[in-house]
Each structure stands twice: as structure tokens, then as C-alpha cells.
């Protein structure tokens, strides 16, 4: 019933930018927090942005801090990640993730989240 639909990863060369969107339903989106999750290829699913139910407050990984931005559009039920300055090491499979859990703080750890997308790919070329 709870569905997840990553779009707007691609190729990009290094120093590039990149939105990633996130389509959310049959949750109530506007009261669970959000975030985004990324797996290279050989390596463990890392934590990379999160955000609040109402978006008020985020939390990013040390590695996009700066480069990376969270937010969401409640009355679309979309969410996004902007990527700024992206580097070859960012090239990996990004996938969005929804709590279950109403007006939650943002979360670092895939296992506070109960439902995840299938993922889209961003490849950095150097």
C-alpha cells in the first residue's frame, strides 16, 4: 500500500548538481519523518539526509554537510535532495525511507524507517 518512487538520479560530472524527488503514498506523509539513504556498489547502505515530519528540522551525514540539502513539499507529498558539488565518491543508488511514526524528528538509522523506494542511480564522472 506504501509506495516510494525515487526520481532525478543520473549522470553527472564532478562539481555538478542533481535534485532527487521522492513520491510518497498511501502514508500520511505530512506527519512522518523522511530521509535519505545511499548504497555504492561492495559497500554497506550509508545514512546521508533526514528531515522532520513538518521539515522544520534535518540531519546529514558529515560527508554532504554543506553540499547536500533535505526538504520536502507536504502538500505534494514529495520529497527532495539537492546535491551540490557532488564528487565521484557520491556515485551510488539513493533511496528515500518513511517512519511510520507520527511527527518524528529526523533519523539517522535505517531502522527507524519503515518503508523504503526502490532506489535511483547517481553516477559522478570525474
Known amino acids: 500500500q506504501v509506495q516510494l518512487i525515487e526520481s532525478g538520479g543520473g549522470l553527472v560530472q564532478a562539481g555538478g548538481s542533481l535534485r532527487l524527488s521522492c513520491a510518497a503514498s498511501g502514508l500520511t506523509f505530512s506527519s512522518v519523518a523522511m530521509g535519505w539513504f545511499r548504497q555504492a556498489p561492495g559497500k554497506e547502505r550509508e545514512f546521508v539526509a533526514a528531515?522532520?515530519?513538518?521539515?522544520?528540522?534535518?540531519n546529514y551525514a558529515d560527508s554532504v554537510t554543506g553540499r547536500f540539502t533535505i526538504s520536502r513539499a507536504n502538500a505534494k507529498n514529495t520529497l527532495y535532495l539537492r546535491m551540490n558539488s557532488l564528487k565521484p565518491e557520491d556515485t551510488a543508488v539513493y533511496y528515500c525511507?518513511?517512519?511510520?511514526?507520527?511527527?518524528?524528528?529526523?533519523?539517522?538509522?535505517?531502522?527507524?524507517?519503515?518503508?523504503w523506494g526502490q532506489g535511483t542511480q547517481v553516477t559522478v564522472s570525474s
Open positions: 528531515i522532520s515530519w513538518s521539515g522544520g528540522s534535518t
Open positions: 525511507a518513511a517512519a511510520s511514526g507520527y511527527y518524528g524528528s529526523p533519523k539517522r538509522l535505517g531502522a527507524e524507517y519503515d518503508y
